[in-house]
Nanobody, 124 residues
Framework: QVQLVESGGGSAQAGGSLTLSCAVS????????MAWFRQAPGKEREGVAA???????TYADSVKGRFTISQDTPKTTLFLQMNRLKPEDTAVYYC??????????????????WGQGTQVTVSS
């Protein structure tokens, strides 16, 4: 059974930093794409950053230059380093896993497994 568990959310001041983690278990091999998504109240879930099984990454324009996605070598943990946070970054953040060899994508419907989410709140 594939499980994704996010951690590291919390509160920060604008301009501050937070690091999110997503622990992956139960996925049988390293061929997958992973990504971070977020959903603010009243808004649809949107892609933030993704990493392919070959290490290529892609970012939403709203976070380019501020957020960095990475994962450890065994691909058991996904990270999102968030710097220069803005109040508009406030949302519940989710990690997602897409089966198979793939290029990084921010399309919500292309991901097969999801974590339960972690809240990030940025105050001005």
């Amino acid at each position: 059974q594939v499980q994704l568990v996010e951690s590291g959310g919390g509160s920060a001041q604008a301009g501050g930093s937070l690091t999110l983690s997503c622990a992956v278990s139960g996925y049988p091999n390293s061929r997958n794409c992973m990504a971070w998504f977020r959903q603010a109240p009243g808004k649809e879930r949107e892609g933030v950053a993704a990493i392919g099984n070959d290490g290529f990454t892609t970012y939403a324009d709203s976070v380019k230059g501020r957020f960095t996605i990475s994962q450890d070598t065994p691909k058991t943990t996904l990270f999102l380093q968030m710097n220069r946070l803005k109040p508009e970054d406030t949302a519940v953040y989710y990690c997602g896993l897409r089966r198979g060899s793939c290029f990084p994508t921010l399309g919500v419907r292309q991901y097969n497994y999801w974590g339960q989410g972690t809240q990030v709140t940025v105050s001005s």
